[in-house]
């Protein structure tokens, strides 16, 4: 069972901007360029990168996300109270 998760995230206001910057990525676009670019979220410019997290440290949804995905994966677009999350799982304990 997965105990801690480090993701890196890009948030942004809505669910169209959100699938916009996933197809950037998606085309060769750097994970780090477009959460500078684009998150509106402080961690932008450390390349979206939130470290290690246990469950009950985020927001429900953004951590079901989290905790239900893969190393590798990339989720998204989920919806918080904070906006519109993509989430790239770096790895998982």
Known sequence: MVKEVHAAH???KTKDVADKVLVEFKSGKSWDEL???NSTCPSAKKGG???WFKRGMMVKEFEDA???AKK???VGPV???FGWHLIKVIDQK
């Open 10 to 12: 890009i948030l942004v």
């Open 49 to 51: 990168d939130l470290g």
């Open 66 to 68: 989290a905790f239900n």
């Open 35 to 37: 959460a500078k670019k």
């Open 72 to 74: 590798g994966d990339i």
């Open 79 to 81: 919806k918080t109270q």
